[in-house]
């Protein structure tokens, strides 16, 4: 029984693998058959149809029977031998031989691939060829229309182009003869030949138009424009000579005959319609004009700036001079009462060797000015450069003496500060006498004491003469930082003592009942008589902690409390 209900199993597993291969390779057939008659019913013939509209000779009547030849061998050959194949892989499906089928699709799928691409290579070529025809004709038509439009407009304007109209109309007829050319290749049929030179025409008729654009332009800058303004830069310069300038150094009557050279050339390359090298000449000259401009410009500026403004840098001079002599007198007077170290003593000196310097500079300028033998846009640079130096020193005479208003500023500041800290000491001590103390520990005298001497020393300081500012401040920091710490000390002085005391008042309850504590805290007692409060609090802590584990966070609370 179980023999056969497997037997019935594997015949049923088998059938439905039969039925849903079966399925699968005949919707694969199906596919391949849809993909032959698409194929088969791509508009080849049509566009032969448009091909035999055409002059059907030469290169036309050549690709028109190879298309028809390759297209015959798809339709009787190629087509045939794949619906062979697709008979073939039914019948093997039929068989329930899917492997074998399987192998077939693969050769039709590859058969089929060959056929389209032959398919695509004819509608290509087809396509490019009656388009190369229509587009021949449309454009062919406005290539024609330019010509003439170029044509005519050198004989309208013939005068604008000068030496260049000639050789401009041979290339026009030049032209002309392509089109001839361009429609015998039309005429023979050689409609892909003939859109390639249509592509050159179109290329050397856009150069045309640059040119006939170009010329009249170029014609006017070379012989009308560049020398107007050549011959102003020439009128200029002789005039700034004549009224004292000196411009040897510009060398421009050097580079404008260079510059009329050019020109020259530029006629000739116009001449022969060469526009790109004219425009190159041509855009260089013009840089070299604005170039000139600017450079005379700069020496009439320059003598402008030179002469309005080398008298009041004299005067400058003068009074930064005499402004250091007067910083030097009040150095010496400050010297009196404040101690300088030598870089900053002797910066009047230096200030004093720079401005020698610098009125030695000037008067080989001034001398140089009253020459006239020297450019004035030199002479400018110069004078510019005395100008900075003296913005410079103007700004450490008034940084220097702003450092001696300082030192006095400094020392007011030091004597209150010196004030503020006695008094603060002085706080310190009433504070400690009104807490009422047993005593005062030791160590706390010789903080009190060390305030004292750091006050003392800073005052010491401050009465030096002449004053150095330096140690007087390191003296009032010293002084500072010792009062800070006397405060702080203080007050931790004072909580002690007051901890101390009510830890004992606290610690007297258990004298009667816990008599054993009472040699702790008598002990504890003398300690505070003795101004040794961490040692009274330690002693009536152990004490307390030792009769009672909670007494201290009881004495704890009770001190927070109160």
Known sequence: MEFVIGAIIVVLIFSIYAMVSRKRNATEIDQLDMKKTELLHRPVHEELAKVKRLNMIGQTEALFDRWRAEWDEIVTVDIPAVDEKLFTSEDLVDKFRFGAAKKINKEIESRLSQIEKKVNSILSELEQLVGSEEKNRAEGEDMHTRQREAKKRLLAHRHTFGKAAPVLEVQLDAITGRFEKFADLTEDGNYLEARELL????????????????????????????????????????????????LDHLE???????????LGRCRDFLMKTEVAETELIVSDAKDSIEFFYDLLEKEVMAKHHVLKDEGETGIVIEGISEHNNELMEETDLVKQSYQLDGEESDVPKRLKEEIYHLEKQYEILHGRIQGEKTAYSFLHDELKEIQARIKELKKEQKGFAAFLQTLRKDEVEATEELQTLRKRLQHITRKVKQSNLPGVPDYYREMSEDARVRIQEANTY??????????????????????????????????????????????????????????????????????????????????????????????????KEE
Not at 199 to 208: L, P
Not at 234 to 244: L, T
Not at 477 to 486: E, K
């Open 199 to 246: 592509m050159e025409i179109q290329t050397e008729m856009d150069a045309m138009e640059h040119k006939m654009a170009r010329i009249p332009v170029l014609m006017t800058e070379v012989n009308h424009t560049i020398p107007a303004q050549l011959s102003e830069i020439e009128h200029g310069y002789k005039e700034m000579k004549q009224d004292g300038y000196l």
């Open 462 to 559: 401050l009465n030096e003469k002449p004053l150095n500012m330096k140690a007087v401040r390191e003296q009032l920091n010293a002084a500072n930082g010792s009062i800070d710490h006397l405060a702080n000390k203080t007050d931790e002085l004072i909580e002690q003592v007051t901890l101390a005391e009510r830890m004992i008042q606290f610690g007297n309850r258990y004298r009667r009942t816990h008599p054993n504590i009472e040699p702790k805290l008598n002990e504890a007692e003398i300690a505070f008589r003795q101004a040794d409060y961490s040692k009274a609090l330690e002693l009536c802590a152990t004490a307390i902690d030792k009769v009672d584990s909670k007494g201290l966070k009881k004495f704890d609370a009770q001190y």
């Open 252 to 262: 421009i009557e050097k580079e404008v005959a260079a510059l009329k050279e050019d």
